[in-house]
């Protein structure tokens, strides 16, 4: 495996315990460095439910997170821009996420792969299963 960037919705489910997911990110963190975006940081405490508190800071404290750099912020910036010209909408947080994992050579893990069409991404999509599959974007 190599480095990767994992995508708000993997924490979420590895977080609820949701069908194999701690176990797909333990695998990950043994084949390789994990980062986080700081805005997936920022998405999963905003969401997290008190009691959830301890469980949710070990977890982030485990992973390297990657800064919102000026390089970051004008590359998602531009991510956004450039897909608007296309008749696509990217959210915020996936256009800062995508240009992390673009700055540093990072393996996107998602959930969600429609949500980033940049075909220079590379990309494995977790199903419900916490099974990694390769996607390439159309």
């Known amino acids: 495996m190599t480095d990767c960037i994992l995508d708000t919705g993997v924490l979420i489910r590895h977080l609820r315990d949701y069908a194999d997911y701690p176990e797909l990110v333990d695998r990950l963190t043994e084949d390789g460095d994990i980062f986080i975006s700081a805005i997936t940081r920022l998405e999963i405490v905003r969401g997290m439910r008190e009691r959830e508190q301890d469980a949710t800071f070990e ?21 956004i821009r450039f897909w608007k010209t296309c008749g696509i909408t990217l959210g915020d947080a996936d256009a800062v996420i995508a240009a992390s994992a673009l700055q540093q050579g990072l393996t996107l893990v998602t959930t969600n792969p429609k949500h980033f069409p940049m075909p220079e991404l590379t990309i494995l999509q977790a199903d419900e299963q ?9």
């Open 130 to 138: 916490g099974n990694l599959n390769p996607y390439k974007a159309a």
């Open 59 to 79: 977890l982030l404290d485990s992973l390297e997170t990657a800064d919102v750099t000026r390089w970051i912020a004008d590359q998602a910036g531009e991510l």
